[in-house]
Every structure is written in structure tokens, then in C-alpha cells.
């Protein structure tokens, strides 16, 4: 076998003066896939980057927004917009002039800019303030007097107030240069925020109004990022978190059909796939130079992070039910190219439903773990579907399985007995194993014992049994390492296995079944 050289991905200053150095560099910037551009920025970090963003289109820059702007505190909850980074990129962007940006936040969605403007500034109408206080008999002198100690601009009829003295400067140029290049489409957004800053204040705060105003804009714009994203093969949390919560239960779609959110998935990937051959149609488009993108795939950059790759093969590493379900594939496509990349674009939806809406190890899943936990759920799904239905040759059964079932549907039959067959036993053993353990100890500890035993029960209630891993972690000294580590893996959201080399590894096979069994067995007898 031949050796492979070792391969150095170059550090990120490396990268970045080999592309500054790349001809065509404009031409060839644009031409980038948002989403690679996107990883590319993250990659040599935004505040290096001025020189690309400056080069980036609006519509790139657009859809960039939709990764970098949005945070998630949890798999499954749905994102939130990220004021703070806003500014960071707001002052990237003015590097390349004030100009720029005015132009730039003209271009994007007026929904956007607003909602990042509110959130870093109070816009309020003074003359109006200060008859509404009169009105009200407040202290009309006093509240001038703490607006004088802040920072502000005036403009019109406005007084624009900071929120956060942080990234103050680069609001207020991003203002005046909208002032001054599109004073009409600046004074649209003044007052939207001018009627949400009146909310914030009516009642010393007007707690329920403002918050009431803001959360519905920011919904507006969740909604119109979410419907971009789609296209793009995205899952949003809310929906990848329904998926598999309804999936752990008895569905009533049979397996060998489409659930209705894998339904609606495909179809916009359909859609998507028609927009981008009519595009290619258009004779009048030049087609660029690929430098660029050539470099970025020689670094592996290229991968878009929300259509992860799917391997193309069974994996030295994988389990036998991985191994079944990719020699399976392998032959599929050969024999059946239809349903081979119908199965395909399945399972890069079922990795980005587990990458948007499950957790494991109490972390978000890694775009190849993602993958990794797809198929070997799939694989299980397989097993379970094929287990009395065929004779013979293994994979030529799998073969006929794959064409006729699809991957979502494998997933759902496997998905519902990890739930059945590993966490809810591993919920039940627990619970035993701490209440065994409180009977032999006193005090506080056996407490403490009794109520992480019924907060075991009523997670696992919940249908959430691994929220409770982390009071795992306090049972050191009651319970051995390999026994929390097992527990933990078996409770997951995902549950997993410790190989030989106590790495976890996701439950791929009827056999891995028996053995969770078997594993569950020996913990109980050792109480």
C-alpha cells in the first residue's frame, strides 16, 4: 500500500495572503458559494477578513449573516440574533469606507439592519418624550439631564441614545453615512425603532410592549432567514428537535413513506436544484475563473456546513450495521442511480436534523459525527426492517430494503427502539442503582442520592433521560468511572457505546442491542 504524505492544512495568515495574492481576486470572491465564502471568513477570522468582505457581494454577505449572526445556546433551541457580533462585523465592513456599508446595509433586508440597529440604540422623537412626561407630571429636567450624560447624536427630529458603549463609533458612522447617501430609507428605519424605544419607555420600561414589539420583529426575520436557509439544505432547530421527538414515539406514518417535515425538505431541495440548473442554463453569464475555489478545496474548506458530505464508502471504522447500510449504498448506485440518490439526499437531511436538534456528550454534534450518528442509525434502522424478511445474501437484501424504504423511515423504526431498547432500560437501571446506593449511605448523601433518582424518573418521563448526565458527574466515589461513562452514553440523546478503545461509538446493529442489554444486566447484578 502506498504511504500518504502527511498533509499540513495552512494556518490561517498563510491561507489568507496565498488568496490575497490569487488573480482575479474580486471576480473569483464572488463567485464563491456563500456558504464556503462564509467558512472561509471563520476560518482566518472575521476581523482579518476586511479585504474579503469588502470584495463579497451583498447577496454573499446576506446569507453569511444567516450563520454568523445567529446563536443557539442549546441543540434544538431555536437561534437568536447576536447583536454584539453585528458590530464586529459592522466594523469590519468599515474598513472599506463608509460608502460600503451605507451601500451594503441599503441592500440588506431592511428587516435585518432595523432589528441590529434597535438593539444597539434607543431612537427617540424628544419633542413627543418630553410632552408625554409633562403629561404624566414627571421629572422632566431629570430625565434630560441623565440622556445629556449619555452618548448621543441628534439627527432631525430624533435623538439616537446608545444602549452599549461598545461599538459605539462604528453605529453612529454606519448612521451618519446612511444619512447622507439614502437619508429617505435611514428615516423608515429611525421610526420603526423610534415606535419601539416610546414602548420600551411607556410605564418606566413598558417591560411587556417592548419586549412584546422586539420579539416580533425578530420572529420576521427568523422566519425570512429560515425560508433562505431551507434552500440550502438547513434544518431549524424547532423543526430538527420535532423531527426526532416525534420519531421516538409510534408514528403514524408506515416506514416505508416520508414523514411530512421530510416531505417539505425535499421539496425545497427540489425546488433549489431546478433554480441552480436555470441558472447554469443562462447563456449571458460568464463563467469565472476557479482558482479560488480550487485553493479552498485543497483545504478542505469547501464542504458547505448545513450538506454535509456523505462517505462514499463503508469506513474502516465503522460498525457492521454502517458497513451493511454503505456496501448496501455502493451497490445501489450502480444498480438503481434513482433511488441511490434519493437515499442520499435523505441522509444528508437526517445529518443536519441530528447536527441542528440533538446533543451528545452534552455538546452539539460536529458535522461528521452528525453524519456518523445518521447512518449508523440508519444501518440499525435496516437491520430491524430486514431482521425475518429476507434469506440470503445480506447486502442483496439490504439492496432491495434501501429501494423500497426510505432512509428517513429506517431512521424513525431504529430511532423508536434506541428509545424503547437503551435509554428508557438505562433510565430504570439507574434509577436502581441510586436508590441502592442511598439505602447504604446516610445523611445528606443519601438525600442527594434519592432526588437524583427521581430526577432520573422524571427526565426520563419527559422523554429527556439525558438531561440528567450531569448529575452523573457528582457520583464519583459512589460509583465506579466505567459505570457513569456506560450510563452516560446509554442515556444519551443519541446513545453510544465505548469501544475497546473507550472512545464512544453510536449503536449501529441489532448486536449492539444485545450487548447494551448485557451491559445493563451486569450493572444491576453489581447492586
Same mark, same amino acid.
Given at each position: =500500500? ?90 469590519? =465592513? ?11 446595509? &441599503? ?80 428615516? %423608515? ?43 440550502? %439544505? ?74 454535509? #458530505? ?10 457492521? /450495521? ?30 443536519? &436534523? ?12 460536529? !458535522? ?37 424504504? !426510505? ?13 424503547? /431498547? ?10 436502581? =442503582?441510586? #436508590? ?26 419527559? %422523554? ?12 464519583? %466515589? ?50
Amino acid at each position: =500500500m502506498t504511504q500518504l504524505a502527511s498533509y499540513r492544512r495552512p494556518s490561517a495568515s498563510r491561507l489568507l495572503a496565498r488568496i490575497l495574492d490569487t488573480p482575479d481576486l474580486a471576480e473569483q470572491v464572488q463567485a464563491l458559494p456563500p456558504a464556503i465564502l462564509g467558512r472561509l471568513i471563520s476560518h482566518v477570522g472575521v476581523e482579518d477578513a476586511g479585504e474579503l468582505v469588502a470584495l463579497a457581494t451583498t447577496e454573499q454577505l446576506a446569507q453569511v449573516f444567516d450563520d454568523e449572526l445567529w446563536r443557539s445556546d442549546r441543540p434544538g433551541e431555536d437561534e437568536h440574533f447576536d447583536a454584539n457580533r453585528f458590530v464586529v462585523w459592522l466594523e469590519v =465592513m468599515l474598513e472599506a469606507g463608509d460608502s460600503f456599508v451605507a451601500q451594503k446595509l &441599503v441592500e440588506l433586508p431592511e428587516d435585518l439592519v432595523t432589528l441590529a440597529l434597535h438593539r444597539q440604540v434607543l431612537v427617540l422623537n424628544l419633542e413627543q418624550l418630553m410632552n408625554e412626561m409633562r403629561d404624566a407630571d414627571q421629572d422632566a429636567d431629570q430625565t434630560e439631564k441623565a440622556l445629556s450624560d449619555c452618548l448621543y447624536e441628534e439627527l432631525d427630529e430624533y435623538q439616537i441614545v446608545s444602549r452599549h458603549h461598545d461599538g459605539w463609533d462604528s453605529v453612529l458612522a454606519a448612521i451618519l453615512a446612511l444619512d447622507r447617501d439614502h437619508h429617505d430609507h435611514l428615516v %423608515g428605519i429611525l421610526e420603526r425603532c423610534c415606535k419601539m424605544s416610546a414602548d420600551y419607555i411607556e410605564d418606566n420600561g413598558g417591560l411587556y410592549e417592548v419586549l412584546t414589539t422586539e420579539e416580533m420583529l425578530e420572529a420576521d426575520v427568523a422566519a425570512e432567514r429560515e425560508d433562505r436557509r431551507a434552500g440550502d %439544505g438547513h434544518v431549524s432547530p424547532s423543526a430538527a428537535a420535532a423531527f426526532l421527538k416525534l420519531a421516538r414515539t409510534a408514528s403514524e406514518t408506515p416506514a416505508t413513506d416520508h414523514d411530512p417535515l421530510t416531505r417539505a425538505y425535499l421539496r425545497g431541495l427540489a425546488k433549489r436544484k431546478e433554480s441552480a440548473q436555470s441558472a447554469r442554463h443562462d447563456a449571458g453569464a460568464p463563467s469565472p475563473r476557479r482558482d479560488l475555489l480550487r485553493l479552498l478545496e485543497s483545504t478542505e474548506m469547501s464542504d458547505a456546513p448545513g450538506a454535509p #458530505r456523505l462517505p462514499a464508502g463503508p469506513s474502516d471504522d465503522a460498525g457492521a /450495521g454502517e458497513s451493511l447500510l454503505m456496501r448496501a449504498m455502493e451497490r445501489l448506485s450502480q444498480e438503481a442511480p434513482r433511488e441511490f440518490f434519493a437515499r442520499s439526499e435523505e441522509l444528508a437531511f437526517l445529518a443536519n &436534523v441530528l447536527g441542528a436538534g440533538c446533543s451528545s456528550q452534552q455538546r452539539r454534534l460536529r !458535522p461528521v459525527e452528525a453524519v456518523r450518528a445518521a447512518i449508523a442509525t440508519c444501518g440499525l434502522g435496516l437491520e430491524l426492517v430486514e431482521k425475518g424478511r429476507h434469506q440470503g445474501d445480506a447486502v442483496d437484501a439490504a439492496v432491495a430494503t434501501l429501494a423500497a424504504y !426510505p432512509a428517513d423511515g429506517l431512521f424513525r423504526r431504529a430511532w423508536s427502539c434506541l428509545d424503547s /431498547g437503551v435509554i428508557h432500560p438505562a433510565a430504570i437501571t439507574t434509577q436502581h =442503582m441510586l #436508590r441502592a446506593a442511598a439505602v447504604r449511605k446516610r445523611g445528606a448523601e443519601a438525600q442527594m442520592l434519592t432526588r437524583l433518582a427521581e430526577r432520573v424518573r422524571a427526565m426520563a418521563a419527559e %422523554g429527556a433521560a439525558w438531561k440528567a448526565i450531569p448529575e452523573l458527574g457528582r457520583l464519583h %466515589g459512589t460509583f465506579e468511572a466505567d459505570e457513569i461513562a456506560t450510563l452516560s452514553g446509554f442515556l444519551d440523546q443519541c446513545p453510544t457505546l465505548t469501544d475497546d478503545a473507550n472512545e464512544p461509538r453510536f449503536i449501529s446493529t441489532t448486536s449492539d442491542l444485545v450487548i447494551v442489554r448485557e451491559h445493563l444486566a451486569l450493572l444491576a447484578r453489581r447492586r
